[in-house]
């Protein structure tokens, strides 16, 4: 199964100083939808004004793709299993850190779905689980990075 994904990244420079590096770090991601995403750095790694605080950094959206590709397994697997999945949130976040060889990571990404279960079927603490181990197992893009996924459901 060998799909092409593809965006189409821009950034302009514009006036700014280039070469003093005092330029912004705004840019676009396009995707074959034609959904344009306003995109920066992170102002953690390249201070305000020349990162844009209220585009997505790349280290949010590798955090959000984790959760997002984890989540839409999870549906599936809890719809093959017969569980009405009414609603599903996830706070995750990712941790910076350093690997063995001292490069700066996301280390850590940790998912905190809080799930809600319609109809008379409802699994308890260890089945949510089994559900959640099974969409980690799947996740084509879980199954791709090397850093650490922990995942602490919450029922309601």
Not at 17 to 27: N, V
Not at 35 to 57: G, R
Not at 97 to 117: E, Y
């Amino acid at each position: 199964m060998a799909h092409l994904h593809t965006a189409l990244i821009r950034w302009n420079a514009g006036g700014d100083d280039f070469l003093g590096k005092r330029y912004s770090r705004a840019h676009t991601w396009t995707f074959d939808g034609g959904v344009v995403v306003p995109a920066s750095s992170s102002p953690h790694v390249v201070p305000l004004p020349m990162s844009d605080a209220s585009a997505v950094d790349p280290e949010e959206a590798f955090v959000a793709s984790l959760s997002s590709c984890h989540m839409l397994w999870f549906l599936d697997i809890a719809s093959r299993a017969g569980y009405a999945v009414r609603s599903y949130e996830d706070a995750a976040d990712g941790r910076m850190g350093r690997n063995a060889a001292g490069k700066l990571v996301v280390d850590v990404v940790t998912l905190r779905p809080r799930t809600r279960f319609a109809g008379a079927r409802m699994p308890d603490a260890a089945a949510l689980a089994a559900l959640h181990h099974e969409a980690h197992e799947e996740c084509f893009l879980a199954n791709s990075v090397r850093c650490e996924i922990r995942c602490e459901p919450v029922l309601e």
